[in-house]
């Protein structure tokens, strides 16, 4: 919708894109509504949501695609609130001090979209660069990119070395494989030192990749193509750079603070206030419609 509106200047496509972005801010951080907060309280562990007691986001595809959404809406409107809300997710969803054997990422059915997530960093990064906004908030990203792919260059492999851990273990994962690429070159780039390790590890899992898709039947399949079309090419991107800019050593920070009680039935109520001072009836049952075509049937209004 953005691009098809940046080309044709279409102003349905522009409306269709901000209130698709809207849609997605609402499923993280609610509508707002009472029963919305309860029913989020309610879900708070569930995968794929943005736990409200905590106000921690997940790590995965969704959250990725949620930064993407508001950094398109920063390219539209340019309005300083969109990067501001994508700092306040990251902050909340990864750390530069992150225990990250916690984070189960050895569990690739379930967590290898951290990729994705880490992706959408780099994105960010990249759009600081381009405003020369290299804040606290672009180095608090940067330092977690590092962070993590330092565990990468430890710890990553082609998925398909290990095909019994993979319930379906074809070579669509030969090609998501490209992500960990992408991941480890920006962090080349963007470490203090240059960090040979990044690009070496990069390299060797480009190589893998090239070899076994050549000889891969199923390399013209649509998912593998649209996989490598999304995310090929930051090889040629990256040896094509002349030089890039001395940024800042990695900075120093504190380990993050556990939940208490305390702070998460604080919280609790400061949801659940904060809906009942902004109460409104139709809102609510709007919200209830939402969810069941017979409530939408008897309790909203018709046109």
């Known amino acids: 919708m953005l691009y098809?509106?940046?080309?044709?200047g279409n102003d349905h496509s522009r409306?269709?894109?901000?209130?698709?972005?809207?849609w997605v801010r609402n499923f993280y951080e609610g509508s707002g509504t009472l029963l919305g907060v309860i029913l989020s309280i309610k879900n708070r562990n569930q995968p794929g949501s943005k736990n409200i007691l905590t106000g921690k986001y997940p790590l995965d595809r969704g959250t990725a695609n949620y930064i993407n959404a508001l950094l398109d809406k920063f390219l539209l409107t340019q309005?300083?609130?969109?990067?501001?809300?994508?700092?306040h997710i990251i902050t909340n969803t990864v750390h530069p001090l992150d225990k990250i054997d916690t984070r189960n990422l050895g569990d690739v059915e379930v967590s290898w979209?951290?990729?994705?997530?880490?992706?959408?960093?780099?994105?960010?990064l990249q759009t600081k660069e381009e405003l020369s906004a290299l804040d606290p908030s672009f180095y608090y990203a940067r330092d977690s990119l590092l962070h993590y792919a330092d565990w990468m260059v430890e710890n990553e492999y082609p998925y398909l070395q290990k095909p019994e851990i993979l319930e379906f273990p074809n070579h669509t994962w030969t090609a998501q494989d490209i992500r960990k690429v992408n991941i480890l070159l920006f962090a080349q780039y963007y470490s203090p030192s240059g960090a040979s390790a990044y690009s070496a590890k990069a390299r060797e899992l480009y190589g893998y990749i090239v070899e076994n898709l050549s000889q891969e039947k199923t390399r013209s399949y649509t998912r593998i193509l649209a996989i490598l079309m999304q995310n090929h090419g930051a090889i040629a991107y990256f040896d094509?750079?002349?030089?890039?800019?001395?940024?800042?050593?990695?900075?120093?920070?504190?380990?993050?603070?556990?939940?208490?009680?305390?702070v998460v039935i604080k919280n609790a109520l400061l949801a659940i206030i904060s809906a009942i001072k902004t109460f409104s009836l139709r809102r609510e049952l709007l919200w209830l419609s939402h969810r069941s075509s017979t409530i939408a049937k008897f309790l909203i209004e018709k046109p």
């Open 240 to 262: 094509k750079l002349d030089q890039k800019p001395d940024f800042k050593p990695i900075q120093d920070y504190h380990p993050l603070r556990k939940n208490t009680s305390f």
């Open 15 to 22: 409306k269709a894109f901000l209130q698709l972005t809207e």
């Open 79 to 87: 309005e300083p609130n969109s990067l501001y809300h994508v700092e």
């Open 113 to 124: 979209f951290y990729t994705v997530f880490f992706q959408s960093v780099c994105r960010y």
């Open 4 to 8: 098809h509106y940046l080309i044709t």
